[in-house]
C-alpha cells in the first residue's frame, strides 16, 4: 500500500534544516510512488497580521480548521504528517484531523512543546526547569526573544493545549530524532507508548579520494551554536585552517581569527565539496541539539566530527570512532582535539571511513523511508482501532 501523505509546514522567515528534511521527505515518498500532497504557510505572512490576530492564531487558528476539513474531505489522506505549526498554522490543525478521524504523525524538530524558547536554553546554558511543568518561569525570564508579551503568548499556548490533551491525545505518533531527545519529551509529559525514534536522512553518493585538510564548520552563526567556543579555540591552534559557512547575528566575532576563512552563505554543493576536504567537522554547540543535519552530512563525506559531548551528539558521535568529543562551551578542550587530529591524520582518515560506515547502516534514503512507511501504517492501524 502506498499511503496517502499529507505533509504540514509552517516554513521559517530564515531558512534551516528543519525546511530541507521537510523538502527531502516529500521528494522521498513522492519518488517511491506516494500521493504527497502539502499544506504550508511561511512566516513572510506575519507582517500582514495584527499583533492580537498573531496571538489569537498561535493559539488557535481558525483558518486552519476551515482549510484542514476542506482538504481532508477533497484530498482523502491516509495520514497527515506535521513538522512545524508555529506560529500561523497552530495545534487547531490536530483537532480538525481528530473529528474527521485521520492519523497524525508529528516530527518533534525542538522542544517547543516544552519550552517557549524551543531549545532548553538561558543564558548560554542548557535550561530544563520548565520541563515537565507549566513554562512560566520562561514568561518570567523573557525566554522568547527578551519579550514579555512573546514569551508569555508562547507559555499561554503551551500551557493551553496540555490542559486541553491536545499534546497528549489527538497526535498518533511522535517522531522523535533520537532515543536522548524522545527521553527528554517523555521527561517532558509526552505519552511514552506515542513517541518513536527516527532519525533525519541525507541522500549522498560515496565521497571522491581527495586530500584532506583543515577544518569545516556550517550552520547559523548564532549564540547557541558555541561560535565563541570555535573562535576562541581558533586563537588557541593557529595553525589550524578553519573554513566557516553561514551566516547569522555572531559572524562579526570571526573576524578576531585571523585563521577563519568566513564563506558566508554558499550553496549546497559547494558544501558538499568542502565536506570531502576536510579533515573533521566541527560541532561546537552549547545546546541540546535535537539531531544535526550536518553531522550525518559530514559521516556521508567520509568526514569525522569533532562535536561537544553534549545531549544528542555525543551519542550520535562516537568518541575515538566516528570523531571526537570534546567538553561543551570549553575552547581549551577543543583546540586539544583540534590539534590531536592535526598531528594524527592516519586515526581521522580511520574515523572517517568508520563515520561513511555508520552512515550507510543507519541514515540513507532507503532505511529512512522503510521506518517511515512502517510508523505511517503504525499510525493509520492505531486510528482504526477506535
Request: glycine letters at 8%; a positive charge.
Amino acid at each position: 500500500m502506498r499511503e496517502r501523505v499529507l505533509v504540514v509546514h509552517n516554513a521559517y522567515q530564515h531558512r534551516g534544516g528543519e525546511d530541507s528534511v521537510v523538502e527531502g521527505e516529500i521528494a522521498l515518498l513522492r519518488a517511491r510512488g506516494h500521493k504527497v500532497m502539502t499544506y504550508t504557510r511561511h512566516n513572510d505572512e506575519i507582517t500582514q497580521l495584527g499583533k492580537l490576530a498573531l496571538v489569537r492564531d498561535t493559539f488557535w487558528s481558525a483558518r486552519t480548521v476551515a482549510d484542514m476539513r476542506r482538504l481532508l474531505k477533497t484530498e482523502k489522506p491516509d495520514v497527515i504528517h506535521v513538522h512545524n505549526t508555529f506560529p500561523l498554522i497552530s495545534p487547531a490543525l490536530y483537532w480538525a484531523a481528530a473529528d474527521l478521524k485521520v492519523a497524525v504523525v508529528q516530527t518533534l524538530h525542538n522542544f517547543r512543546t516544552l519550552c517557549p524558547q524551543a531549545m532548553l536554553l538561558r543564558n548560554q546554558q542548557v535550561c530544563e526547569d520548565c520541563l515537565g511543568k507549566l513554562p512560566w518561569r520562561g514568561v518570567l525570564r523573557r525566554c522568547y526573544r527578551n519579550s514579555l508579551a512573546q514569551s508569555a503568548a508562547l507559555a499561554g499556548m503551551i500551557s493551553m493545549h496540555r490542559v486541553l490533551g491536545t499534546w497528549n491525545h489527538k497526535v498518533t505518533r511522535y517522531i522523535a530524532l533520537n532515543e536522548f531527545c524522545r527521553q527528554k519529551f517523555i521527561e517532558g509529559g509526552l505519552p511514552a507508548d506515542r513517541l518513536v525514534v527516527k532519525p533525519n536522512f541525507v541522500d549522498f553518493d560515496s565521497p571522491r579520494e581527495v586530500e584532506r585538510k583543515g577544518f569545516l564548520f556550517v550552520g547559523r552563526l548564532s549564540a547557541e551554536k558555541g561560535i565563541r567556543t570555535l573562535v576562541e579555540a581558533s586563537r588557541m591552534v593557529g595553525a589550524a585552517h578553519i573554513v566557516v559557512a553561514g551566516t547569522g547575528p555572531e559572524a562579526g566575532l570571526l573576524s578576531a581569527a585571523a585563521n577563519i576563512d568566513h564563506l558566508g552563505q554558499i550553496e549546497r554543493q559547494q558544501i558538499g565539496t568542502h565536506m570531502e576536504q576536510a579533515q573533521a567537522l566541527i560541532m561546537p554547540s552549547i545546546c541540546y541539539e535535537t539531531f544535526g543535519m550536518v553531522a550525518i552530512e559530514a559521516f556521508a563525506s567520509g568526514t569525522p566530527v569533532i562535536a561537544s559531548r553534549l545531549g544528542a551528539m555525543k551519542s550520535l558521535v562516537s568518541d575515538g570512532e566516528t570523531g571526537l568529543l570534546f567538553n561543551p562551551g570549553d575552547a581549551g578542550d577543543l583546540a586539544i582535539k583540534i590539534r590531536w587530529a592535526q598531528e594524527n591524520p592516519a586515526e581521522m582518515a580511520r574515523m572517517g571511513q568508520a563515520a561513511r560506515a555508520h552512515y550507510e547502516n543507519h541514515f540513507t534514503a532507503e532505511r529512512n523511508y522503510q521506518q517511515l512507511k512502517a510508523i505511517y501504517s503504525d499510525a493509520i492501524a492505531e486510528v482504526k482501532k477506535h
